[in-house]
């Protein structure tokens, strides 16, 4: 597999994705806690969009990352049309920009995981390839759930659509785009998790972000 192919396919299919929801829907909140469609929607070309100069002005006048991509994803959402903002993904479907850590596998997980913020919390039945998921299942560590805010400590991540697993403990089922959220640190909406564990990873109010 080459991740770049992938990551291209992603931002398209992307592209088409938010192309094709109704107005409304923009509105709506993502499982980026915080962040409705648009602004989750506006954030994921920012590293298109910004030259590295300009990133590193944003973060001294924002003193912070998170409080850097919020700004910015709030001030896009709200300059950029609803086309522009699905184009800009397209058009740069083949943009090298990766995350600062984490290399070009990190850069696919950017599009998944933040196109799957979207497709989940609308309910939108889109399934991400199996051959996308897998390095990014691959890649999950103790470390990186640290740093997304995923505590799962006393839990064993289990897909029940291909063969991974990750951690020890009491079973949390489901899909494997699925657990990749959780061990993104997303709660998910209910009746999308299993075993014992799954309330403990789950939205406990129907269109609020925990």
């Given amino acids: 597999m080459d991740i ?8 398209r299919e992307l592209a088409e994705m938010l192309e094709a929801l109704p107005a409304a829907s923009w509105d709506a909140p993502s499982l980026c806690a ?51 903002t699905a184009a800009a993904l ?4 083949r943009h090298p920009w990766k995350p ?13 995981v933040h196109g799957l913020d979207i497709g989940v919390a609308l309910g ?4 991400v390839p199996h051959e996308r998921l897998r390095p990014l299942l691959e890649s999950v560590t103790p470390r990186t759930a640290k740093f997304f805010g995923a505590d799962l400590g006393g839990v064993e991540l289990r897909a029940d ?6 951690g020890s403990g009491t079973p949390l089922t489901g899909s494997a785009q699925d ?8 709660a998910l909406p209910a009746g999308r998790l299993g075993g014992d564990a799954r309330e403990r990873f789950t939205l406990r109010d129907a269109g609020r972000v925990s």
């Fill in 4 to 11: 770049r192919d992938e990551i291209a396919a992603e931002r």
């Fill in 34 to 84: 915080g962040w409705r469609v648009r602004e989750v929607a506006a954030h994921m070309s920012m590293g298109f969009r910004y030259s590295f100069a300009k990133v590193a002005s944003e973060l001294v006048r924002a003193r912070g990352l998170h409080r850097m991509t919020d700004r910015l994803a709030r001030r896009d959402a709200a300059a950029m049309t609803h086309t522009e």
């Fill in 90 to 93: 397209r058009d740069n479907a």
């Fill in 100 to 112: 600062p850590v984490g290399g070009i596998t990190a850069a696919l997980g950017h599009d998944v």
């Fill in 124 to 127: 939108l039945d889109r399934r």
């Fill in 161 to 166: 659509d291909l063969d991974w697993s990750f």
């Fill in 179 to 186: 657990l990749l959220l959780v061990a993104y640190g997303r």
